[in-house]
């Protein structure tokens, strides 16, 4: 189970991670997307930042607790927990932050990709230490 919400996590970040890269591209090559749906547009900035958060936190922190039962580490859930806060950090305040001109919106884009990036590497630390103690754990 725990590999399960570990993995689902792990795509849930990169879910995100492809949105903010492919974003622009589809937009630049469509003018009629450009002018509807641009990378720097409300909608795609905190809207979607927001949901996705909505799925992420949950799976990740049930991952992580069952994780942490069998391995007994810290380490994945620092590293993951490191990641989600960059995630929730740039959800909650990018928008005010940009508004005032303190963060630009390529800043707020490497910080959620950045974010992600943590994020999985936390859970991809958690699905290894899990695998090398080769317990079965009964939240599995």
């Known amino acids: 189970m725990q590999l399960f919400f570990d993995r689902f996590a792990i795509a849930l970040s990169s879910i995100c991670a492809l949105h903010c890269v492919a974003l622009p591209l589809v937009a630049g090559l469509i003018p009629l997307l450009a ?5 720097g547009s409300t909608l795609h ?3 979607f930042h927001q949901f996705i958060l909505l799925f992420i936190l949950p799976v990740s922190i049930v ?5 942490r039962r069998c391995h007994k580490k810290y380490v994945p859930i620092l590293i993951a927990a490191t990641g989600l806060f960059i995630l929730v950090f740039n959800a909650i305040f990018a928008e005010d932050l940009i ?3 303190i963060l630009s919106h390529s800043a707020e884009v490497w ?3 950045i974010g992600g990036i943590i994020h999985a590497i936390g859970h991809l630390l958690n699905v290894a230490a899990t695998r090398k ?8």
């Open 35 to 39: 002018t509807t749906i641009y990378h």
């Open 45 to 47: 900035e905190f809207w």
């Open 63 to 67: 991952a992580l607790i069952a994780g």
């Open 99 to 101: 508004d005032r001109h």
């Open 111 to 113: 910080l959620a990709i």
């Open 133 to 140: 103690t080769r317990v079965t754990c009964s939240v599995q």
